[in-house]
């Protein structure tokens, strides 16, 4: 079963691929395949009935290296003490190979917030962002929203933070509503990174995304403004799904309408003249571009002989295992891993912290050209990497860029007699 799979282990073999192909000390390496520091704590917090409910919850701060622990909360059943580590982890890289000066966090309440009212969700999160305050600050640790938390968590988390420490601070978190200190281009962050990644991976392939054919797999956040934003760089997006399951229209899919439609039933399935499909069905369809972004291990080394895009790139965080890798190195199919592929979450909220310390709000425009500037020039960096140490995949090359910068972070800081 690919949810068998420790996305910690994913990690660390991971770094031990790119770590081959560099000289950093081994003593150093070892150090960046684990956090630095990891809060393991319940949270109990009143139901709407007056009883009281205890959950456990994770903040994971891997890396301080290059700046200050960076990353999302998620809320979501599967959250456990590895899964967040590897996430951490995870964090750290992507904000070094798109060069953002950040190190990597990642925290986790093991919940399915579907079970919750707002009321209750409200109070837990609270709880959490008081059980967080001591660790988190503008300069030390900046939560931002991850898997099922959005801008009314991190609303909550700065109100929370900001009372308790009898300050204004909206650098403390970012992902939050424009009136509260958001940026323009944050929700879309994510989603436009993953097609600007597809639209440089096929350009460098001699190919044009706009004739590609699409499946998306998972429809949140990420999932469904990548496909509309691959849509109107002209590709035909034929499959898509979310946890209910998929649909498929070889003649191409309206992604907005389709997002309507889940807005309003709770799923993608059902939705127009459709074929339904499961997951597994959807991730070895015969399309030129395949997008995992739901969750980790959608494709492991079982499924992966099956797979027939030619090209995947990684909205989620962690959707492909180690033998995932493998088999499709072995085929040739190109794999724009998620450190690079879905990095554009973190880097708008770099420019968001950025605006917030400089109370001064950017347009639009302006967000998405300097997210095109990071993004086309870490592709750029990763190519490089990918070329000269004659890689194996993209994924090695990603890790080669950012385990470099960190490393030199590292020594640069020296040590202490
Ligand atoms: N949760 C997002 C990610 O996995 C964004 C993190 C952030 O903005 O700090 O990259």
Redesign the pocket.
């Known amino acids: 079963m690919a949810g068998q799979v420790n996305p910690f282990e994913s990690l660390q073999e991971q770094v031990d691929d790119a770590a081959a192909f560099l000289d950093a000390d081994p003593g150093l390496i070892e150090r960046l395949k684990n956090p630095e520091r990891l809060l393991e704590t319940n949270l109990t917090f009143e139901r709407d009935d007056g009883s009281l409910e205890t959950v456990r919850a994770y903040r994971s701060q891997f890396n301080g290296d290059r700046g200050p622990y960076?990353?999302?909360i998620?809320y979501h059943p599967n959250v456990t003490r590895d899964e967040v580590k590897a996430?951490s982890g995870?964090?750290a890289y992507?904000c070094a190979v798109v060069d953002v000066p950040?190190g990597g966090g990642?925290g986790g309440i093991a919940i399915d917030p579907a079970d919750y009212s707002e009321d209750e969700l409200e109070r837990l999160t609270r709880a959490f962002a008081t059980e967080l305050r001591p660790l988190i600050g503008v300069d030390r640790d900046?939560?931002?929203?991850?898997?099922n938390t959005g801008q009314r968590e991190m609303n909550w988390i700065k109100d929370t933070y900001e009372t308790l420490e009898n300050t204004t601070a909206p650098g403390v978190i970012?992902?939050k509503a424009i009136d509260s200190g958001g940026s323009e281009g944050?929700v879309e962050a994510?989603g436009r990174s993953t097609a600007l990644a597809a639209r440089e991976t096929f350009d460098w392939l001699d190919d044009d995304v706009a004739d590609a054919t699409v499946a998306v797999q998972g429809y949140g956040n990420a999932g469904s403004v990548a496909a509309a934003l691959l849509a109107d760089l002209g590709a035909t997006i034929v499959a898509v799904s979310d946890s209910s399951g998929g649909i498929h229209d070889p003649e191409g899919l309206d992604p907005r309408s389709v997002k309507a439609h889940k807005a309003e039933t709770g799923s993608v399935t059902g939705y127009g003249d459709t074929d339904p499909l499961t997951n597994d069905e959807l991730l070895t369809l015969d399309v030129d571009l395949l997008v995992p972004a739901a969750l980790e291990n959608a494709i492991n080394g079982d499924l992966a002989p099956d797979v027939s895009a030619d090209v995947i790139v990684e909205a989620a965080?962690g959707p492909l295992t180690p033998r995932a890798d493998d088999v499709l190195a072995d085929r040739d199919v190109y794999v724009v891993p998620d450190i690079f592929a879905?990095?554009g979450?973190?880097t708008?909220?770099?420019f968001e912290w950025v605006q917030n310390r400089q109370r001064f709000h950017w347009t639009e425009s302006r967000v998405n050209e300097e997210l095109e500037r990071v993004i086309t020039g870490a592709f750029d960096d990763i190519v490089e990497a990918y070329e000269s140490h004659d890689l194996r995949n993209l994924r090695t090359a990603a890790y080669v860029v950012a385990i470099d910068r960190i490393v030199d972070a590292a020594d640069q800081a020296g040590s202490w007699p």
């Open positions: 960076k990353g999302g998620r996430l995870w964090m992507k950040y990642k900046i939560p931002a929203p991850d898997v970012t992902g944050r994510t965080n879905n990095a979450g973190v708008v909220s770099y």
